[in-house]
């Protein structure tokens, strides 16, 4: 991805709403990315994407990585999902809350460089995800 990388102590202070702003498109990519090689109309790609990228989706993937998490990664999310903003009407608050620490969490990373390190993560999170998923399908 093309940007200007900032040094870990710079993306650090940075307000923890505009990591979440910043990760929730490249969060998006990251999605659409993953899903685009399976064969699928326009539609069925963008429902799946919406599934993946919703609150609730988010809140999902939050879940599945957080435990991988280092000390500072932590701390990244924690600043997120203690960040005052405007809840949506259609979310609860606390799956809203856990999206927003994901979306900070990624931002940061995607802007200190550290998209190896992002990969890593969603890549884990994901394939946790959808063997759920399928073993849920499957029985």
Request: charged letters at 30%.
């Amino acid at each position: 991805m093309m940007h200007e990388r900032l040094p870990e102590g710079e993306a650090r202070r940075m307000a923890p709403l505009v990591l979440a702003y910043v990760g929730d498109a490249v969060y998006e990519l990251f999605v659409r990315g993953r899903l685009a090689p399976q064969a699928r109309t326009p539609r069925r790609l963008h429902a799946e994407c919406v599934r993946w990228v919703s609150a609730v989706g988010q809140e999902r993937v939050w879940y599945a990585l957080e435990g991988e998490l280092s000390a500072e990664e932590a701390d990244i999310a924690r600043r997120g999902r203690n960040a005052k903003g405007v809840v949506p009407q259609n979310v609860e608050p606390a799956t809203y809350r856990r999206s927003t620490a994901l979306e900070a969490l990624v931002g940061y990373l995607y802007v200190s460089g550290q998209e190896e390190r992002l990969l890593e993560l969603l890549d884990r999170a994901f394939a946790r995800l959808q063997s759920q998923d399928e073993a849920e399908t499957r029985g």
